[in-house]
Each structure stands twice: as structure tokens, then as C-alpha cells.
RNA sequence: GGUCCCAUCGUCUAGAGGCCCAGGACACCACCCUCUCAAGGUGGAGACACGGGUUCAAAUCCCGUUGGGACUACCA
């Protein structure tokens, strides 16, 4: 182990949206890198060009900043290892190839797919591995030079020396060993002269000079392959981690048919960017003792790769919204209220501030989600109460008169302050020997057209004295 | 099928041979608090997959079984 200050990298394909698992994985080296003093490196890995879309693009970068996981070198900041997109770097990786070539380590393979494809079958069918045959390595010059005359199409294909094993030691997986036997021969360089994930991410990992590699599980099985190119270009190889899967409920690996697993959806959904990290730090690591709540300052100062679990972990999205809970409630009445501004105003509410501010302390803790407000202050911002099925009930109960005494008592309360109105409607609950509970119920029917809500004086005192003296008139028929 | 990874409450986990007839958290149930709903408080139910070893002693070490997962692409 070197003591020199550690690099890493998130690597995405900018397909689609970054989903949690990608986002667990970002967090991950970011939180290495930020414990141990050391780059956190972006790097897009876009080279498959059919999947690869702009506005993928934008979403990773919006994603990996509302997270707050800033990187020190990639697109948009630069650095002195770039460029940092992968089709910006096919020279790089064609140079790498070359000197496979030359070595000796890769060979041109003039398979079609069609053939590939009709050979796995057969493979398949006679029960045998699947894996690439090997049978343009053993090409006879002839049959070569017959290939190229006839201008067939060829990709590169990296050779596994035979009779070799692979070991390494996985930061979190411990000692891993693969024999030959089961490493095919893969393909470095496509027919049209792109390279694959394999070449590309292992060339860049030496070029940009990783000092780890921390990546999700699911590419366990291409490290033996990188670490034997790595050798055959006669380079030294990062470390390796290698993060157990995040899981759906079905405990196959997360993915979009899980639903709501996009970074963008939980944003879009009122939870809060610290609740996501501390949420998805804890999928996969522990402190070690019972701390949950871990502020991101606390996570840099904890975080260590050896506590990182062996096993896949399912992703619960009610814990998720517990959390996001108590991070709402630690969260300012005008940090509230500013939150709440955005997801009334994109439910369609005209909201203000102050009374957003004032409302806060009385929300905050009944809600799990910024996105709660609408349905929990519609009643201050809409004029539209149309009472729902729970509230008619509650009011019809009472009858209109009582609804009527209510306005008229209510009308002559002054000041108009919380003390001011629990009085007047502990005294309208009285006159009809209801208590609060019974008494208030029916009032806060007719005023918010629903049986929950904040609590209610502190409720009519924004809502004013008239707009209350109205509703209650209005639900008296 | 092959290769590899993994295995503590429903879920996330603590546990690195005796402190564990297994602790915490989410969810669940009950009670308390209470103007509704929450939040909060108290209590409850709930797990070491199974079988063999090793050891005075195993959730912890070894082997096997079972179960789950990943990979097996000219995707990453």
C-alpha cells in the first residue's frame, strides 16, 4: 500500500438517469477520496454511441451536484489527466491496442456476429460454456490472409495466456483467484474501431492514474481480464473494491423497473440530498456501532472501506423516508419554507414566504417529504375547499347551527391571535358540551375541507379572520 | 450449464471464539401524550439457513448442503 494521496473516479455511461446504485457507488469514492485527502476524478465513459445521449448527459451532472459529491477533476472543471469523456480519447486507447498488438497480446478476429451468435447457441444447447471459442487465434496464415483479401470486417480481440491464473486481493472481497480456463478471449477494439468498456476503462484507469478502483460488484468478473492486459502492457494495476449489489425488493439487482430508483425522482419528490447520501451510505457500510444519522461531515470522518459489507443490501424506501424525516426536522423554519415554496408552486399553489415561515415549525414534523405541502396547506392558499367525504361527515354531525354559532363567535374574536381563537372555539365546543376533540373536528372541516391538518389555531391565524368566518359560513349551507 | 460472490429479525445492520438464551434502526402492534395527523415517550412481537467438524467454549474458524445473486455481449 502506497501513502501517496489516493485517486479515484465514478465512471457512468451517461445512458438514461443515474439511478441509487450508481449514485452508491459515486458516494463511495467521493467519501474515500475525501477521508483520505485524495481526487475524486469523473470520467464518462460515453463510447457506446447508441445508448449515449446528451441529456443524459446533464442529468448525471445535476444529479452528482444536488448530491453535493463535487469532483476535482472531469467535465466541467478539467484537470491535468483529461480529457474526461472516452470519445475524446479513442486515441489513447487505439495506442494501447497497438502495443497489444505488437506484443503479441491481441489478435484480429473475423467472426460475424451472426456466427458468434449461432456458435453460443450451439454451445449452449451441447451445454458447453458460452464464451468465445478462440478460433481466430488459431487461424492459420492461409486462412488469414484469405480473410483480409476478402475484406472481412475484423475487431481486436485481447488473447488470455494460456495456462496462466489471476490474483489479486479485493479491498473488500479479500483474495480472489480465476483460472484461465475460465477467462474467454474479449474483445478490445469493435469492428468499427471503438473500444469496449474492457480497454477503455482499464487504459484510462492506468492513465489517469488510479490508485483505486471502487465499482459495483456486477464487474467482479472483468477485473481478472484487466488485470492480465494490464500485464500484458506491462504496466502496474490500481487496487480493487468491489461494492456488494444494491437490490430491489425482488432482490435481483436494482434497476428502473423497480420503480422509483433515479436520483432525479427523489429530487423531484421533496427528499433532501443529505437524507439521500446518509441513506445510501449506510446500504453497504456501518461505523461500526449503532450511529444512523450521519451528517456528511461525520460520514467523511468515518467512512472506511475495510467496514464496507460482503453482502448485497435491498433498498427500502421507507427507511429512506424515515430519514428524510429527520433531516426535514433539523432543517430551519425558512429552509422549510423555502422548500415548501417550490413544491406548492409546482403543484400549481401560489404561496408567500412568511407565511410559509410561519406555518413551518407546525409542518415540519408531519412530514416525511417536501412534496407533503400541497395536500397539508392547501386550505391557506387555495379558496377552493370543497369538503371531502371524512369532512362532510364531521360536520354533518354537529349540523349547521353549531357551524353558525362557530362564524358568529369566531367573528368577534379580537386580537386575532392563537389565544384569541382557542378561546372562542373551546367556548363554541362548550356551548354544545363537545370537547376539543369532538368540538374543533367539525371546524376544521369546514375550514380545510379535510379531518387532518396543522394544528388549528395556529392554522386560522394565517388563514385571517374573515376567509375563517367565511368557510364556516359557507359549510353551514 | 460454467465461473465467481454472498448468507444474523420482513428490511438495513452491530457482532472480528467466551461480554450474545444476540444489540440498534426502519416497518409492524399496544399503551402514554394529544384539537386531527404527525412528532415524541414506554413496552411488545421478530433473526444467527441447515448439517457436520475444530474448541473447555462458535453467530463468530473449517468443510459440506441448501438458498440467493452477479457474470457468462463487438453493454458498461
Redesign the pocket.
Known amino acids: 500500500m502506497s501513502d501517496a494521496p489516493p485517486r479515484v473516479r465514478f ?3 451517461p445512458s438514461g438517469s443515474l439511478h441509487v446504485g450508481g449514485a452508491r457507488t459515486a458516494l463511495f469514492n467521493w467519501l474515500y477520496a475525501r477521508r483520505n485527502g485524495g481526487t475524486f476524478v469523473l470520467r464518462v ?1 460515453d ?2 454511441a447508441d ?1 449515449v445521449t446528451d441529456e443524459a448527459m446533464r442529468v448525471l451532472e445535476r444529479s452528482l451536484h444536488w448530491l453535493g459529491l463535487d469532483w476535482d477533476e472531469g467535465p466541467g472543471v478539467g484537470g491535468s489527466r483529461g480529457p474526461y469523456r472516452q470519445t475524446e480519447r479513442f486515441d489513447v486507447y487505439r495506442d494501447a491496442a497497438g502495443v497489444l498488438v505488437e506484443g503479441g497480446h491481441a489478435y484480429r ?1 473475423y ?3 451472426e456466427e ?1 451468435e449461432e456458435r ?1 447457441r450451439q454451445a449452449k444447447a451441447a ?1 458447453r ?4 471459442d478462440g478460433r481466430c487465434r488459431r487461424l492459420t496464415d492461409e486462412e488469414r490472409a484469405a480473410f483480409e483479401a476478402e475484406g472481412r ?3 481486436l480481440r485481447f488473447a488470455i495466456p494460456e495456462g496462466r491464473s489471476v490474483e489479486f486481493d479485493d479491498l473488500v ?2 483474495p ?4 484461465y480456463e ?1 477467462l ?1 478471449d ?2 478490445i477494439v ?3 474501431g471503438s473500444p ?3 480497454l477503455a ?1 482499464g487504459v484510462d484507469d492506468l492513465r489517469m492514474g488510479m490508485t483505486h478502483v471502487i465499482r459495483g ?6 477485473t481478472p481480464r484487466q488485470l492480465l492486459m494490464f500485464e500484458a502492457l506491462g504496466e502496474p494495476a490500481p487496487q480493487y473494491a468491489h461494492l456488494p ?1 444494491i ?1 430491489g425488493p425482488d ?3 436494482l434497476s428502473k423497473r423497480h420503480g422509483a430508483v433515479a436520483v432525479e425522482w427523489f429530487r423531484e419528490h421533496g427528499y433532501l440530498p443529505d437524507a439521500l447520501v446518509n441513506y445510501l451510505a ?3 457500510w ?1 461505523p ?3 450511529d ?1 444519522i450521519l451528517p456528511r461531515a461525520e460520514l467523511v470522518e468515518r467512512f472506511d472501506l475495510s ?1 464496507v ?6 433498498f ?1 424506501i ?2 429512506l423516508a ?1 430519514m428524510n ?1 429527520e433531516y426535514l ?1 433539523a432543517l430551519s423554519d425558512e429552509e422549510v419554507a423555502a422548500g415548501m415554496l417550490t413544491s406548492l408552486s409546482e403543484a400549481g399553489l401560489v404561496a408567500d414566504l412568511d407565511t410559509l415561515r410561519a406555518i413551518a415549525p407546525h409542518v415540519k ?2 412530514m416525511k417529504r417536501l412534496d407533503e405541502a400541497p395536500a397539508m396547506l392547501r386550505f391557506l392558499f387555495s379558496d377552493d375547499v370543497a369538503l371531502d367525504e371524512k369532512a362532510e361527515a364531521a360536520v354533518a354531525k354537529v349540523g349547521p347551527d353549531y357551524l353558525r354559532r362557530a362564524a358568529d363567535r369566531v367573528a368577534s374574536v379580537s386580537p386575532w391571535t392563537v389565544e384569541g381563537i382557542t378561546a372562542a372555539l373551546d367556548e363554541v365546543a362548550a356551548s354544545a358540551d363537545l370537547n ?2 369532538k368540538g ?2 367539525p371546524v ?1 372541516a369546514a375550514v380545510t375541507g379535510t ?8 392554522s386560522l391565524t394565517l388563514l385571517g379572520r374573515d376567509e375563517t368566518v367565511a368557510r364556516l359560513r359557507a359549510a353551514a349551507g
Do not use: M
Open positions: 465512471a457512468p455511461a465513459e463510447t457506446d445508448r478476429c467472426c460475424t456476429p458468434l453460443r451445454d460454456a458460452p464464451g468465445y470486417p475484423w475487431a472481497k479479500g480472489q483467484h480465476f483460472d475460465a474467454r474479449f474483445v469493435r469492428s468499427d469496449t468498456y474492457l476503462s460488484e456486477d464487474l467482479l468478473p472483468s449489489l437490490l432482490r435481483a439487482k449506510l446500504l453497504g456501518s461500526g456501532n449503532n444512523e467496514a459489507s460482503r453482502h448485497p443490501a435491498i427500502d421507507e427507511k424515515w424525516g426536522r414534523e408531519r376539543r376533540s374543533w373536528q376544521r379531518t387532518v391538518s396543522p394544528p388549528l389555531p395556529e
